[in-house]
């Protein structure tokens, strides 16, 4: 019996892959590390939206008028909801699986984005690359009123907006009185 | 156990390797079993699992360590001969996973004993397994480094759809709805570029399909939805 097993096991070939000799190919359509195009990142955090672990994280400092994109890949599922709903097709997993390490804090990536400053100096509520991509599209409608309106909003902040929102009200109800600060 | 030795010269033998299961759901679990199978056979490094903390070297903690856990981890922690490592091994032992902000878990092994390596991952692969055995071992070295970058907004590349932006979100919908988020960004991405370049409808389709009756059926299909976008 014994002896029959040795025969056949001669006969067969190695099964053991020389892994860390020799890299261990992944499948097409693989789910790795997630990696963020620095260029195409617009820090808008659909990503962290999304994320089940809340693995990326969108910390808001407006004080040093900047957000930051943080991932933890100590707590990824590689689920890849991020990729799937990435607007600017910015996030995208790699072949990468080796990701071992030695400290929590070789396995954190930190984006940090510039949060836009209106004309009056008040920080926004979104980044620079943001407004920018935002404008980007406004200038493929058609309509040019409403791009040109539409633009001029969006280069105020929160409370700018609410107040020329108001006036504009005000104006348009009763003619003459509008302009004032309000 | 850090340092520039590896393990196996600070013992002078094997390493022994102990299995820890704090309340996973039986993936990582598998993936450790797979390590140890002929395919991947990590005994070739000499690591081989035992039953009692007593006899260990190394520990490898699977699962997010629940509250009822947490007590027999600590335990664990205080049987074990010194010096010894522990390996966190997957997301949910590495920072808790999906699970980090239950009632019911601590959120990763580090909250109850301290961890020498983590190796993410839901779960990892097998050869990741053995990667990560043996960077907490001293054998090879971590691959992956914190990554901080200040993010110049002048260096934007903006998204620039070739017909209207709405026309283009409705494509890639659909698209992503028939073929699923991968194949629909890859396809999309060849079809619009073959369209720029003046190839006609019919053949775009058929080459971003690349012999997949299915792709080009679906993007066929589309004729329409693109050809209101101007382009």
Same mark, same amino acid.
């Given at each position: 019996? =014994?002896?029959?097993?040795?025969?056949? =096991?001669?006969?067969?070939?190695?099964?053991?892959?020389?892994?860390?000799?020799?890299?261990? +190919?992944? +499948?097409?359509?693989?789910?790795?590390?997630?990696?963020?195009?620095?260029?195409?990142?617009?820090?808008?955090?659909?990503?962290?939206?999304?994320?089940?672990?809340?693995?990326?994280?969108?910390?808001?400092? +407006?004080?040093?008028?900047?957000?930051?994109?943080?991932?933890?890949?100590?707590?990824?599922?590689?689920?890849?909801?991020?990729?799937?709903?990435?607007?600017?097709?910015?996030?995208?997993?790699? #072949?990468?699986?080796?990701?071992? =390490?030695?400290?929590?804090?070789?396995?954190?990536?930190?984006?940090?984005?510039?949060?836009?400053?209106?004309?009056? @100096?008040?920080?926004?509520?979104?980044?620079?690359?943001?407004?920018?991509?935002?404008?980007?599209?406004?200038?493929?409608?058609? #309509?040019?009123?409403?791009?040109?309106?539409? *633009?001029?909003?969006?280069?105020?902040?929160?409370?700018?907006?609410?107040?020329?929102?108001?006036? =504009?009200?005000?104006?348009?109800?009763?003619? *003459?009185?509008?302009?004032?600060? @309000? | 156990?850090?340092?520039?030795?590896?393990?196996?010269?600070?013992?002078?033998?094997?390493?022994?390797?102990?299995?820890?299961?704090?309340?996973?759901?039986?993936?990582?679990?598998?993936?450790?079993?797979?390590?140890?199978?002929?395919?991947?056979?990590?005994?070739?490094? /000499?690591?081989?699992?035992?039953?009692?903390? %007593?006899?260990?070297?190394?520990?490898?903690?699977?699962?997010?360590?629940?509250?009822?856990?947490?007590?027999?981890?600590?335990?664990?922690?205080?049987?074990?001969?010194?010096?010894?490592?522990?390996?966190?091994?997957?997301?949910?032992?590495?920072?808790?996973?999906?699970?980090?902000?239950?009632?019911?878990?601590?959120?990763?092994?580090? %909250?109850?004993?301290?961890?020498?390596?983590?190796?993410?991952?839901?779960?990892?692969?097998?050869?990741?397994?053995?990667?990560?055995?043996?960077?907490?071992? /001293?054998?090879?070295?971590?691959?992956?480094?914190?990554?901080?970058?200040?993010?110049?907004?002048?260096?934007?590349?903006?998204?620039?759809?070739?017909?209207?932006?709405?026309?283009?979100?409705?494509?890639?919908?659909?698209?992503?709805?028939?073929?699923?988020?991968?194949?629909?960004?890859?396809?999309?991405?060849?079809?619009?570029?073959?369209?720029?370049?003046?190839?006609?409808?019919?053949?775009?389709?058929?080459?971003?399909?690349?012999?997949?009756?299915?792709?080009?059926?679906?993007?066929?299909?589309? %004729?329409?939805?693109?050809?209101?976008?101007?382009?």
């Amino acid at each position: 019996m =014994s002896l029959k097993l040795i025969v056949k =096991s001669l006969a067969w070939r190695r099964v053991t892959r020389r892994y860390p000799y020799e890299p261990h +190919p992944v +499948p097409e359509d693989f789910r790795g590390k997630v990696e963020f195009d620095p260029d195409a990142c617009m820090g808008c955090g659909a990503c962290a939206n999304v994320c089940p672990p809340n693995a990326i994280e969108v910390i808001e400092r +407006p004080g040093e008028g900047v957000r930051v994109i943080k991932l933890f890949i100590g707590r990824c599922i590689f689920c890849g909801r991020c990729e799937e709903n990435c607007p600017v097709a910015a996030v995208r997993q790699t #072949d990468e699986f080796e990701l071992a =390490s030695r400290s929590r804090e070789d396995l954190e990536v930190l984006l940090k984005h510039v949060l836009a400053v209106d004309g009056e @100096g008040h920080v926004m509520e979104y980044t620079e690359r943001e407004l920018a991509e935002a404008m980007e599209l406004l200038a493929t409608f058609e #309509d040019r009123e409403l791009v040109r309106k539409l *633009g001029e909003y969006a280069r105020m902040c929160r409370s700018c907006r609410v107040r020329e929102g108001v006036n =504009s009200i005000v104006k348009s109800l009763r003619p *003459g009185l509008g302009g004032g600060e @309000g | 156990m850090s340092g520039p030795r590896s393990a196996y010269e600070v013992l002078g033998r094997s390493v022994y390797l102990l299995h820890v299961d704090s309340g996973s759901c039986n993936g990582c679990d598998i993936e450790v079993l797979d390590a140890l199978t002929p395919y991947f056979d990590v005994e070739r490094f /000499g690591v081989k699992l035992v039953a009692s903390p %007593k006899h260990a070297d190394a520990v490898i903690v699977t699962g997010p360590v629940t509250r009822q856990f947490s007590a027999f981890l600590k335990r664990v922690y205080q049987y074990l001969p010194k010096p010894t490592v522990i390996i966190a091994c997957g997301s949910c032992a590495c920072g808790g996973g999906i699970w980090h902000d239950t009632y019911s878990t601590l959120g990763g092994v580090d %909250k109850v004993v301290p961890v020498d390596t983590y190796i993410p991952g839901c779960p990892p692969r097998p050869s990741a397994i053995i990667h990560g055995v043996l960077v907490a071992l /001293g054998v090879l070295q971590q691959k992956v480094r914190r990554v901080e970058k200040s993010l110049r907004p002048s260096a934007l590349k903006t998204l620039r759809p070739p017909t209207d932006y709405l026309t283009y979100k409705e494509v890639l919908n659909t698209l992503k709805r028939m073929l699923g988020y991968r194949l629909a960004g890859r396809v999309l991405k060849n079809y619009l570029s073959l369209l720029e370049r003046g190839v006609g409808r019919e053949e775009a389709a058929r080459e971003a399909a690349g012999g997949d009756e299915r792709v080009e059926a679906v993007l066929k299909a589309l %004729k329409e939805v693109v050809g209101g976008g101007g382009r």
